[in-house]
């Protein structure tokens, strides 16, 4: 199996993937004698920022999902690691003139 097949292979496994940067935030509440306005503010909250139609948007993430969403985020990270090697081999076997002859 040649690293290309290989690569897109590992990229086909990575279906929980998300796209975004990852926010921890705290945060303080309207009630006047929470003690988050003394300091010990809420949170944190987390929250994934993905970008769309040319705007941030954070979604919030409940804690029982932040281990699965934060695997999400390490697998886009991982895909894009993956485009960037099969970018090389491909831009290698275009300068090798075989481009065209693997599949």
């Known amino acids: 199996m040649n690293e290309r097949t290989r690569l897109l ?16 935030r705290y945060s303080t509440c309207s009630r006047k004698n929470c ?24 979604k919030y993430i409940p804690n029982s999902q932040v281990a699965t969403a934060l695997d999400g985020v390490k697998q886009h990270q991982r895909a894009l690691e993956i485009i960037d090697k099969i970018t090389r081999v491909n831009l290698e076997l ?5 481009y065209e002859k693997v599949e």
């Open 94 to 98: 275009i300068k090798a003139r075989t």
């Open 9 to 24: 292979g590992e990229l086909h496994s990575l279906s929980k993937l998300l796209h975004g940067s990852w926010v921890e």
């Open 35 to 58: 003690k988050c306005h003394q300091g010990e503010r809420h949170g944190p909250r987390c929250y994934l920022v993905v970008n769309k139609n040319g705007r941030q948007r954070q």
